[in-house]
Each structure stands twice: as structure tokens, then as C-alpha cells.
């Protein structure tokens, strides 16, 4: 008896939570969080208007959210928490989350929801939306920039910092309406604009705007201060901005700063906004978000004007403080890369100077000429390097048993698979025959190299350029560049033209002063530039080349090539042997201007390299050289002959250098 009591009581028991259960599942409780859920859904499509809304007309609450969070240019993520039932009314947390700029804005509100009829109604008000919203206040985001950081050259050297400028453009608040039309124009035809579109600019532009037709760092005699305020509406505003010490100095290589294009805003994926400072092209953009910092932000309320000339209050609903940028750090040698750059003002075709320290692999000038458009051919530029390749050659020769005494066969011409090659014009006749490998280098004979062509394979070249430091990864340098290409199989005249450094032989003119730095250094020499590259992203990819700047021979190479450091680096004796040699190109070669260089005696190789389809055909001129603890690369791409057209551009280099 006692043991069915107990069994009927709990069942009873059963029975009782059963029906509460369903009492609760009745009471509207999976109603109302099912619309809290809705409301928080709608809420993040910033979309009210198919809710079921009180206290407002449901379009009229839409119209208001949207305007609220208009200026925030983002939507939310919006969950809904933990729903209180009492009676007909549900209140529960509104747990909002915002992306502004690179900071997170996270708040919760309070809503209410009342049962009408079968419905569960969103009873509306501001504060749904950010606590202590008012009616007719809106959102809107402020930038709080952060300090762009510096890039500092050798000896922490500022290149790039903060310099005046001068903002010269219209500023419509100080002219009339139907002045703006000429006033764009004449401005337009004073600063050499496009008029039709700066034109079309100041039109497009409020009354309240200033439009920038042009920054000048400094004021010219043909752009004063007089011309352009004798326009109407005419200013220019004195600023700031960060600049290298010239508009020219090393552009290329470093980059520039401005406004992001819409391009540049669309590929950052939310990290850059209209009106964001960001790097374009070399340094400035490889490391940009490095530099960059992330800027601060504040929410701010404002409240509608209520009469003419009032300014509205606004109140701040969040804020975040600006991270400054980090300081990249160089190798660039102020003076030498103004002094690479003055060198080549004067020079046509693209062309580039480029200095390393060979101690070090610290690359000091890295100089692009005015003839390459904007584009880094002292890095990027990929040309066969002529006769400077011979003193890969070289070295090949000596891992076979040569020395620089040892005679090779000098002929006037030499034809190998129907294929003629000679010596460049002017060559000495003194020099032709049996001559010894220093004679034959002193002077670029081109025979005597080809001739070597069944001693040295084209396996032992690629391995001898490696040994010099080219066509090897560069793990320090911190920049994208073209590290050289040296094949490793080739046969018949393609072998014959690689002794020359043609075919399909390519360096850049800063792979060409590598390889003449590791015979100054008697060991292989890895360039570096960047010195806290492991701050940004470092990884070497190749540039892709511009419309009209590339190099006539730029197919898409590797900027680091897989090619691991040799395992046969140079020996300090190999680098004494071509030193030997490149001293020789000095004191009795076809370089004996550069004996009247101050200082530490200089070595040097010339190089011509023909390119084209022309006859004659056009022809690439290098030269390269070491001094003292210097390594110097010229190039010039459509330059003659390396010792006419390179050399005396090297000779006023290394003199004014010291």
C-alpha cells in the first residue's frame, strides 16, 4: 500500500510540472523572444519597417534609424539578450557591436516589446538605438588621425617627416555663385590643371567648400602668393605634410603619401576609408599599414539647429585614441642618394645609380633617373649586364685553374653556329692574341670570354653569380627587387652570348653593385635596406611593371629567386684575383679616368649590352666599381658605350662622394 502512494505521488508530481510547462510555453514567452530576435535582425539591416512599432509610425521610426546611423557609413551586429516577462510586456537588452574605422564600439540598450492582439509591438524611442539618444539627434563619425610614422635614413636620419606646404586652390565661401565658374578656370590655367575638370570640380562642389587644385612646397616665380589671390575666391592655406627633402628624392624607392583612391579602398577590406592618408608605390605602400598607425575615432551626437546661426550641440558617445605609426628604419645615406640623383638630372633614358657598403650590404643610394618615369629600375630594371658580367666569367675561370696571368686566344671576331661576335670598336690591336686573362679583361674582349666557352659550362656560371651574392634570395633587404636571373643550361650561341652577359642573362643595376660588393668584401655580400622589416610585412614579391617606365626586357621575374645562397661562396683569395683585375681595367684599360679619383684606389668593369632590333643596334652602358669600403653601380639603358656613356657619370659620382 505504502509502495502505490508513493508511485501515485509521483506521478502526480509529473503531472504538475507537465502542466506548468505548457502554462509557461502559453504565457507568450516564445512570441515575444522570437520578436526580440526580429527586432535585433532588422536593427542590424538598419530595416524597421515591416515591425509591428508603437509610439511612432513604423516608416516614420525607419526614416529615424536610418538617419541616426547614416553618418556611421557601417552596420551593426545586433543580438538580442535575455527576454523579462511580465504580463504583456517583454523587456530585454539590445547588445549592439560596431566596426568604426579600426576600433570596436560595443553598448547595449534597453528595449520593451507589448502584446497587442497576437502581435508583440516594439514600443519605439531614440534610446532603442544608444542610450541617451534624443529625437532629432544623429550619429556621426570623426577621424582622430594618428602620426604617420617616419622613415629615417642612415644614423636615423629623417627622410620622410612632417615639412610645410602650401594648399593652393578655391575656396567658395569668398566668392560669388556665378563666380566660381571663371574663377576654377583661371585658377586652373595658373597652377597648368586640366581646366575643363577642375572646373567641373568647383561646380560639383558646395558653397561651403575649399577645393584643392594643387599643394606647392614652395611658392615659384610662376605661382606667387599675389597670382593667386588676385582670383577670386583664390587661397593658399599653409600646412603640413609628410615629405622627403626634395619632390624628386628617391620617389621610387620610397613611395608617396596621399588620399586613398577609391582602388586603394576597396582592396584594403574596411582597413581604409574615404579621406584615409595611405602610402602609394615603393616603402611608403609595401609597409603602409606599419607607418600608418590606426586612427582614433569619436561617435558624435548632434542635435538639429533650432534657429539660423545656432550651432548645434553635440555630445561624444564613444572614442578612441589614436596608435601612431612606427618608424621605419633605412641604410639610405642622405647625401649619397641626393648626390646619385644630381648625377643623373641631365640623363635622358632610364638610369640608375646604385651604392653599397661592402662590409655590410648596406645599400646607401638606390637612384633612379629622370628618364625613368617614376619607375625603381635602380631595383626593379632587368637588362642583360654585357661585358660586366665577365667578371663572373672569371670567376668561373679561376674554379678551373685559371689565374689572371694565364693567356686566353683574343681573335678580331669569332663565329659559333653561324653566329658572329666581336670586339667592341676601337678595340686595341696590341691586345689581340695570346694576351693573358687580365689583358683580355682590362680591355672587354669579348672573344677571348667566348672562346672560354668550352671550359666554363653554363652550370659553373649560374654557380659563379651565385657565389658573388646574384640571382640569391635577399632575406635582409626589406624591398622589393630584381635580384638577377642567371640560367643554369643553355647551348651553343645562347651559352656563347651568356659569356658576355647577354641572352637571357638579366641583372639589375642593384644586382650588378652586389656582385662588385662581395669582390670589395671577399665574400658573398646580401644587400639590406629596410632594418626593422620584421615590423611590416617584409616578404620580397616582384613589383608588377608600369605602362610605359618598365624596362624594355621586363618579363615577370621573381623578385626573390628561389636560388638559396651559394655553396661555393667567393674565397677572399677569388676576390683578391678579380680585384687584381678590376684595378687592371684602371691603369690600363679602357677606364683610366677613373686613376684620377681621390682616394682608395678604384677596380672597375665597363659593360655594353646591344638590345633591339635596330642596326645598329641600341645598347645598355654600365660600369661598375669599388672604393674603399663603396660599391657603385651606373646604368644607363639607351646609353652607348659603359666607358663613354656610364663611366664619366661613376668618375663624378665617386669624386664628390669622397
Known sequence: MGKMRTRNLVLGLVALVMVGSLTACDDGRAGAESAAKQLASSLAALDVGSLAVEGKDASAAND?????????????????????????????????????????????????????????????????????????????????PAQRGQILGAGDAPIVQDRPVFRVGIDKTKLAADQADSAARAMAALLGLDVEEYAKQVGASGPQAFVEGIVLRAYTPEITEAKITAIPGGVSILDSMALAPTRTFARALLGSVGQASAEQIEKSNGALRAGDTTGTGGLQQKYDSLLRGKDGV??????????????????????????????????????????????????GPASAIVALKPSTGAVLAAASGPGSNGYNTAMLGQYAPGSTFKIVDSLALFRDGATPDSKVECTPTLTVDGRTFKNSEGYPESSLGSVTLRDAFAHSCNTAFINARDTVSQDQLESAAMALGVAVEAPKLGADAFLGSVPGAAEGTEHAASMIGQGKVLFSPLSAAIMAASVGNGAPVSPQLVLNPEAGNSSAAAAPTESGSAPSSSASVSAAPASPPSGKPITKEEAAALSDMMRAVVTSGHAGFLAQVPGAPVGAKTGTAEFGNEDPPKTHAWIVAVHGDLAVAVFVEDGGLGATTSGPLLKSFLTAAG
Open 64 to 144: 529615424q534609424l536610418k538617419a541616426v546611423f547614416e553618418g556611421l557609413d557601417a552596420k551593426p551586429s545586433v543580438q538580442s539578450g535575455d527576454v523579462k516577462l511580465d504580463g504583456e510586456t517583454a523587456t530585454f537588452p539590445l547588445n549592439y557591436s560596431w566596426n568604426i574605422g579600426s576600433a570596436k564600439w560595443e553598448y547595449s540598450s534597453e528595449a520593451t516589446l507589448k502584446k497587442s492582439g497576437d502581435k508583440w509591438a516594439v514600443q519605439w524611442n531614440p534610446q532603442l538605438l544608444a542610450p541617451e539618444l534624443s529625437d532629432g539627434e544623429t550619429l556621426s563619425v570623426k577621424t582622430v
Open 298 to 347: 569619436e561617435v558624435v551626437a548632434k542635435q538639429e539647429a533650432k534657429s539660423e546661426g545656432e550651432t548645434p550641440a553635440s555630445k561624444v558617445f564613444f572614442s578612441s585614441l589614436p596608435v601612431p605609426g612606427t618608424t621605419l628604419k633605412t641604410t639610405l645615406d642622405l647625401k649619397l642618394q641626393q648626390l646619385a640623383e644630381e648625377t643623373l638630372a641631365g640623363v
